[in-house]
């Protein structure tokens, strides 16, 4: 069982509101990511950070920005919520403090209702 | 720009059957690819790994097949359980240490 979590799981929100969406990870992972997925659609990355004061932009463009000011926590912030930003979001991390080296490991997941 | 795809969004196949979901992928470069699979409300999970310079790997009850040649990737799931339905995803490791992924197979087990 991987050891990264997410909250909220689930956030019913009202336009125009700031969130941030947290994530944390236990395993040492320097490389920590985040994903937006559609209900049973593909994953697109929208940040990603290799380490502590890095942080890049993913494949996906996106209004949310990211910080990664401690190793273990990569929290994701919306500052104006539009419904548009109606997703999930899932965080994810991988490296080389055991496992496989690429492989990452997802987080639950933040269902995100903006309305 | 670099894609994973699935040639089937839906497979449905019978409890005990096996099953065999199929990825194509398009960057030559890729070393390394995974396939994840997701339950409902949950994040993706690691089911089993290959790297580009082997064509078959096995695992507990799956086998992943890889093709370079005509850059095709397929999980195969023996003696499906209803605990397999599930959305499945291909990914391949571009470079960086990102990850591509494809768009999604349905597996539905049915009784």
């Known amino acids: 069982e991987a050891d990264i979590y997410q909250t909220p799981r689930y956030l019913v929100i009202g336009t125009g509101k700031k969130i941030t969406l947290e994530c944390s990870q236990t395993m040492g992972h320097d490389k920590m990511y985040w994903y937006q997925q559609d209900p049973g659609m593909e994953l697109h990355l929208i940040h990603y950070s290799y380490g502590v004061n890095s942080t890049e932009k993913g494949d996906l463009s996106s209004e949310s920005t990211v910080s990664r000011i401690r190793t273990e926590h990569f929290p994701l912030t919306l500052e104006s919520a539009r419904p548009s930003h109606t997703s999930q979001y899932l965080c994810?991390?991988?490296?080389?403090?055991?496992?496989?080296?690429?492989?990452?490991?997802f987080g639950p997941g933040t269902r995100l209702t903006v309305t | 720009g670099e894609s994973v795809g699935l040639h089937l969004p839906t497979l449905s196949v019978q409890e005990g059957d096996n099953s065999i979901i199929n990825c194509a992928y398009s960057n030559s470069a890729s070393d390394y690819f995974i396939w994840y699979k997701q339950e409902s409300g949950k994040g993706p999970q690691f089911i089993i790994d290959?790297?580009?310079?082997?064509d078959k790997r096995q695992g507990q009850r799956v086998t992943v097949l890889l093709n370079k040649t005509v850059k095709h990737l397929s999980l195969q799931i023996a003696a499906t359980q209803p605990g397999d339905s599930a959305v499945y995803f291909c990914?391949?490791?571009?470079?960086?240490?990102?990850?591509?992924f494809g768009q999604g197979t349905r597996l539905t087990i049915n009784p």
């Open positions: 290959i790297r580009s310079n082997m």
């Open positions: 990914a391949e490791n571009t470079g960086a240490q990102k990850l591509v």
């Open positions: 994810a991390s991988s490296g080389l403090a055991g496992g496989r080296r690429n492989e990452q490991y």
